[in-house]
C-alpha cells in the first residue's frame, strides 16, 4: 500500500505563487507516474499535470501549463507542483496520484492507483 502526503498549500492572492510537494511516506516506493490532479466544489477531479518517475519527463494540462510546473527529486522521492500566476478559478484541492503499472497518456482518474489526502488551495481575488 503507498500512502502520499502532500503539503504546501494556503491562502495566497490571485498572481501569486505556491510550491506543492508530494511524498510517500511508505519505507519502498515505486510508481510508473506521478500526477496533480485537483477538485474545485461541485466539479470532478480534473488532470492538472504528470510526469513519468523514470525519465522526468512531464505533461501539464493545457490550461496551466504556462503557470504551472512539474518536476520530481528522485532522491527525495518528492514531486513537486510550482504554481505561478494563481487565478481564483485555481482554488480547488489539490490531490497527488500515483500510477503503478503503464499508462499512455495518464490523464484520466481511472489510470492511478493511490491518492494523497490532497491539500486545499485557496486563491483569493
Known sequence: ??????????????????????????????????????????RDREFVAAIRWSAGTPFTADSVKDRFTISR????????????????????????ASAQGYCSECYGVQDYDYWGQGTQVIVSS
Open 1 to 42: 500500500q503507498v500512502r502520499l502526503a502532500e503539503s504546501g498549500g494556503g491562502l495566497v492572492q490571485a498572481g501569486g505563487s505556491l510550491r506543492l510537494s508530494c511524498t510517500p511516506t511508505t519505507r519502498t516506493f515505486r510508481t510508473y507516474v506521478m500526477a496533480w490532479f485537483r477538485q474545485a466544489p461541485g
Open 73 to 96: 527529486d528522485n532522491a527525495k522521492n518528492t514531486m513537486y507542483l510550482q504554481m505561478h500566476s494563481l487565478k481564483p478559478e485555481d482554488t480547488a484541492v489539490y490531490y497527488c
